[in-house]
């Protein structure tokens, strides 16, 4: 375990240290002190003890005249019984008999000295001051020589200070070694504690940083039942709630994504910033075709950035009725408030969009949403609610095609009727107009063409009934078993004569080998019958159309070749639609009723054939239609 | 710069992003109702004009108010001056626009006819230029904003070419003098809402890089000195 040491540990450390020390501290002070006086006091009652003693035995000789041999025992006792111990003995008129230190005869009256100023009236007397004589602090004890009434003089000892000092210095020393010895084991000791206490709450702060870090995994161990313990244990248990929610946000979050993503409308959504919230794939194809960036690396970019359509941008930042601070505050109003303005925010725009896959008529529908509140600028009490606006691009490419188509029916069919049916009026006009004396001969040309256009009316409106029939799929059609060759052949039988008239080179194929099919011979019948027709229709004179058939892996194929006009690339994709004719069909003499290739697309369908159109300009035209088996 | 500065010169961009493609909404405008010789359309062109022209005062009087007020440095100080300039150039493009619409008002299917695909095609690449000189400056994209400058060549090389084929028609009759001026006319405006495209995308430029690409050897020339 690498051991980073915290302040914790440091301040568990030093408070435990600290406290040690001071008591430590404390107690060798009151000891050593304690000690001292102790010693002083023992020094001066041994002092007084060996005055005493001394008292005693130059009791009977005190006198000047035998200073000599007091002076002498002074310096002996002085000198050999005690080191540092100096003996005076003084007069009870201050003149000193003696002394171990200094010549007796040279010094002055001690009667001045507080000491013996004590002794000689109190029997004994101490002081502490300083000695001229020696030039030292010194302690001195005297005893009185002699009794209350017979004063003699005085004994004094005394010890320098400095000796007494460097007899407790030993002591002294001892203590602050111990003391020392002490502090220092006090200082493991406190650092071990420190170490075992700050310990679990390293680990606890460890955990909830990895937890704050995003790794859900981290666990505390947890030993023993003390707060400390109890904090981990709660931390865990947090630990796991948050990896719950997280889990389920999580889930929540990749569930919306994929649909949103998966949503074949472009969704944009803006707050009220006009900066982007969310945007799916498909409206980054409509919009951002040449930009291939995901879709994260839009949000936060303003909506001008991303949608290059100042219609859209409108459609995106101004909202209908939005209210000009855009901050609704209860959510309850929040929720009215979206209700309402749903309705009366949302705004259309169709436009077109040119895409990948070319040009796209996209219908752009926005409107307010509610966005949760930005955290850094929303205040925790008001659980304020933004209102963002969203887009939502639907690509109606195929839907307006198809109105188109139908708006074109409506429009051909009625003027297709018409034709035929304004050549009958004008007919039956001059029919009413002329006399009975009239030509009999202008009579039948008028009857036949009346004859004509309604015949093609009939055929105009069978063929839009079969249509429906084929479109609604109300029709039953049976399957039966048929073969290719006869179908071809009753073909041919049928169209012989209009082959013939227009002198077209009419040949037709078919193999040795069983080409049966089970299909609907009627609707199989119409497909060729129309694709024929048109063959016919628009192969020149003297051209040529081949009819065939050939087995194919899982189908039969049927064959018109014809040596036409051709259809251009352009209209390939539009001869299927009802009344849509190519400009030469329209213009030429050989008009039919632009509804044969309508007809076949869900005849095929309803058989399940699949078609396929090969053709060029001048050269001609082949039609496969290709029948399951 | 302060918080309020920064969201300031934010909604500035994003207002003059917004003007912009107002106005690339207006050119496309313009050239259908040339195209299509549309008279309804071109009279929402000159309406929305005045959108454009209130637009680039208040954005001006903006970039102005910010200069005075916080005295911006650096890359701020260039994207008020790209602003400033770019609101200008689209100003004219607006302009061009209406010009082109005032020509669609009286113009007729057939004069266009002999002009029609290659005015098609000049409206096409303009457009593209302007779109793509416009997302440059929203995404302030360098690369995007160069891709412009090779189109303008293709547009003048475009407007040549019409110019050549009125001369010859010219020469060869004397009648339809009216369309053949119209025509040149609406070319003529295509032409300079190419060059302030290629202005807009200098702009670009000199927003993203602080250098000036405009009259390349004067440029090249300062550097020198």
Redesign the interface.
Known sequence: MALRLGRYFWKLFLANALVMAVVLAVSVWVIVSQLDQFRQEELSRHLFAQASALEVAVRDRFDLARAADLNALAKQVGSTEHEGVRVTFVLADGTVLGDSEANAAEMESHADRPEIQQALAAGSGESVRWSHTVAKYMDYVAVRVGSGDNTLGVVRLSMAVESIAALSKRARRLAVTMAGVSVLAAALLACALALLWSRPIRLLTEAARSISGGDLSARVEVVGTDEVAALGRSLNEMREKLSTHVDTIDRQRRTLDSLVSQLREGVVVADAA?RIVLVNAEAIGMLQPTQASSEESYVGK????F?????L?NLL?ESAGRTSSGEVTSPAQAVNETKRSFEESTQEVELRLSTATGDRTVLARAFDVRLPADEATSSSETAAAQVGRALLLTDITELSKVMQVKADLAANASHELRTPLSAIRAAVDTLHSIDGKADADQIAQLIDVVDRHSGRMEAMIGDLLELSRLESGTGRFDAVRVSGATVLKECQESFASAVAAKKISWTISTPTEDVSITTSAALLGIILRNLIENAIRFTPTGGEIKLSVRKEENAVAFEVTDTGCGIARVDQDRIFERFYQVEQARSGPNRGTGLGLSIVRPAAAAIGARIELESAIGVGTRMTIHVPR | MTTHFVNLL?DL??RS??MA??V??IVQEACESVLDANESLAERVIERDNDVDTEEVVVESEVIRLMALYQPVGSDLRLLCAILKINNDLERIADCAVNMAERARHMNRQAMSPQRDVITEMGLSVRDML?NA??AF??EDVEIAQSTFARDQHVDALYEKIIKQIVVEGAASSNGMAERLDVLSVAKNLERIADHATNIAEDVIFLATGEIVRHGDVAAKMKQD
């Open positions: 006009g303003s909506v001008e950035q949608l290059p359509h100042h219609k941008q930042c | 934010e961009r994003r992003a917004r493609s107002l690339e909404d779109r416009i997302q929203a995404t």
